[in-house]
């Protein structure tokens, strides 16, 4: 939603799938969209540029079953877990795997902002196709952000420590005070600032966290 918003600003035409069509009308209703498609084949004949904004398992899903990805001139996803997201994209000769650090807790389009990716970092995986990986890189320009080249299994250990570990943290706190709460209530009237600052992230889509603790588990674990 938030490279649709971003993109279409800039000038582009903008075409969206989502299994969704609630998150389909809500996109076309703000301007974000200038058409859809009926699945991920069809965007894929229609595009130039296809951006795979899925959650990981549905990412890799995707890419190792749809081989019209191979027509765009640029394939590139947003997951934040990169090796196995390579791996999976191996005979799409135009992908490149890159992740933005922008994430919020809330998901959805109805948390899209087209100023999202502004001065923040987006990890470009290096890839085969280095004009497809140039290509991305301006874009990601064009988007606000500033690309960071990284190779996958770096960034998969990197990311373990700078963003997957604070999301296991903070759920992992969440649990501790809700059970502290369930004996003596009066443990929510001493929250303060901080601990409602450490609790932001565990509001997150457990159901888009999990895969991605899968996906890297073992950098997650020796986090």
Same mark, same amino acid.
């Given at each position: 939603?938030?490279?649709?918003?971003?993109?279409?600003?800039?000038?582009?035409?903008?075409? =969206?799938?989502?299994?969704?069509?609630?998150?389909?009308?809500?996109?076309?209703?703000?301007?974000?969209?200038?058409?859809?498609?009926?699945?991920?084949?069809?965007?894929?004949?229609?595009?130039?540029?296809? %951006?795979?904004?899925?959650?990981?398992?549905?990412?890799?899903?995707a890419l190792?079953?749809?081989?019209?990805?191979?027509?765009?001139e640029l394939?590139?996803?947003?997951?934040?877990?990169?090796?196995?997201?390579?791996?999976?994209?191996?005979?799409?000769?135009?992908?490149?795997?890159?992740?933005?650090?922008?994430?919020?807790?809330? =998901?959805?389009?109805?948390?899209?902002?087209? %100023?999202?990716?502004?001065?923040?970092?987006?990890?470009?995986?290096?890839?085969?196709?280095?004009?497809?990986?140039?290509?991305?890189?301006?874009?990601?320009?064009?988007?606000?952000?500033?690309?960071?080249?990284?190779?996958?299994?770096?960034?998969?250990?990197?990311?373990?420590?700078?963003?997957?570990?604070?999301?296991?943290?903070?759920?992992?706190?969440?649990?501790?005070?809700?059970?502290?709460?369930?004996?003596?209530?009066?443990?929510?009237?001493?929250?303060?600032?901080?601990?409602?600052?450490?609790?932001?992230?565990?509001?997150?889509?457990?159901?888009?966290? =999990?895969?991605?603790?899968?996906?890297?588990?073992g950098a997650?674990?020796?986090?």
């Open positions: 939603g938030s490279i649709a918003l971003r993109a279409r600003a800039n000038g582009a035409t903008v075409i =969206g799938f989502d299994r969704d069509p609630g998150a389909l009308n809500a996109a076309t209703a703000a301007g974000a969209l200038d058409a859809t498609a009926p699945d991920l084949t069809a965007l894929a004949e229609r595009c130039t540029i296809l %951006a795979i904004a899925l959650p990981v398992d549905a990412t890799l899903a190792a079953s749809t081989p019209a990805l191979n027509l765009p394939v590139f996803d947003v997951a934040s877990v990169k090796a196995p997201v390579v791996h999976a994209a191996r005979t799409i000769e135009r992908f490149v795997a890159s992740h933005p650090l922008a994430g919020r807790e809330r =998901g959805g389009f109805g948390a899209a902002d087209a %100023a999202l990716f502004e001065g923040r970092t987006w990890a470009v995986a290096p890839a085969r196709d280095r004009a497809a990986q140039a290509r991305l890189e301006r874009l990601i320009g064009e988007l606000g952000a500033r690309p960071l080249v990284v190779a996958a299994d770096e960034h998969d250990r990197l990311v373990a420590v700078s963003s997957h570990l604070p999301q296991v943290l903070s759920v992992a706190l969440g649990a501790r005070l809700a059970a502290a709460g369930a004996s003596d209530p009066r443990v929510y009237d001493l929250c303060g600032p901080g601990v409602l600052s450490m609790l932001r992230l565990a509001r997150s889509d457990a159901a888009l966290w =999990g895969p991605i603790a899968q996906a890297n588990a997650v674990a020796e986090a």
